[in-house]
């Protein structure tokens, strides 16, 4: 029985312990576990938050990039076709100035060939005019004064 009173009296004793233990626990969740807590909370949100932030930017930024190079490669396709369509306008530009040079060309040769012709002809009744002409002075000069009289008559 002794023991039992000795106990309720530790016990007795120790309840304003416990209560303010209990106090402790209490004010100690109230004031800084909870408001702990709730800041760790945030930042964790906020870290995930600015982790999601920074993947849908980053995904973003590879959209814009695969657009920009969509538009850079036609873009690009756009100008050598262009360029394409220039070279085939100056070949069709310098083909056609070939043409007009032959063609141009050709109808100088032809006159050339028609005035030599001409010239030619000409040269040919000239020469057979004077042939006939020389053939009795060279008689006239070969031949004594009879013979070419006699000659000239046959």
């Known amino acids: 029985m002794e ?8 016990v007795l004793g ?9 106090l402790l626990v209490a004010a100690y969740a109230f004031l800084v576990r909870r408001p702990m807590a709730r800041v760790l909370a945030e930042r964790h949100a906020r870290t995930t938050g600015a982790v999601e932030q920074a993947r849908g930017a980053i ?12 538009k850079l490669r ?25 043409e ?5 060309t050709q109808t100088r040769v032809q006159a050339a060939r028609q005035e030599i012709e001409q010239s030619a002809t ?3 009744k000239q020469i ?5 002409e020389l053939s009795a002075q060279i008689l006239k000069a070969v031949l004594p004064a009879g013979v070419a009289g006699s000659g000239a008559a046959q």
């Open 3 to 10: 023991i039992l009173n000795q106990v309720g009296g530790l």
């Open 100 to 104: 007009q040079a032959r063609s141009a």
């Open 14 to 22: 120790s309840v304003p312990t416990i209560v303010l233990f209990i």
């Open 59 to 70: 995904s973003t930024a590879e959209a814009e990039t695969a657009a920009y190079e969509n």
């Open 128 to 132: 057979e005019g004077l042939s006939e």
């Open 122 to 124: 000409a040269a040919r």
């Open 74 to 98: 036609a873009a690009k396709s756009e100008i050598y076709h262009a360029r394409e369509q220039k070279m085939k306008q100056w070949a069709a530009e310098r083909d056609a100035a070939l």
